[in-house]
């Protein structure tokens, strides 16, 4: 059974810090391509980060400078550390893996929720 849980959220003021996390199970985690994305209410969800099988990190435009992904392939863990939080990076993240060798498969997490106020 595949899963993927993450963690790490919560709220925190503007200007703060936040590490989330990603942990795999059930799947071989470093053919896998992991991204986060987020979905704040009433809007649709957007990608955010994303890290390949290789370590190779992206970023969107908007947390560009702020957000680092990294991976972990021995704890089938990627983390998203996010600084200098503003409140319109509140929204439930959540995690995807994306394999594109080996046969096409996605699996999604259930996310956790970051809420940016004072």
């Known amino acids: 059974q595949v899963q993927l849980v993450e963690s790490g959220g919560g709220l925190v003021q503007p200007g703060g810090s936040l590490r989330l996390s990603c942990v795999a199970s059930?799947?071989?985690?470093?053919?896998?391509?992991i991204g986060w994305y987020r979905q704040a209410p009433g809007k649709q969800r957007e990608w955010v980060a994303g890290i390949t099988s290789a370590g190779s990190p992206n970023y969107a435009d908007s947390v560009k400078d702020r957000f680092t992904i990294s991976r972990d392939n021995a704890k089938n863990t990627v983390y998203l550390q996010m600084n200098s939080l503003k409140s319109e990076d509140t929204a439930v993240y959540y995690c995807k893996a994306d394999r594109l060798s080996y046969g096409y498969a996605s699996y999604w997490g259930q996310g956790t929720q970051v809420t940016v106020s004072a």
């Open positions: 059930g799947i071989i985690f470093n053919r896998y391509s």
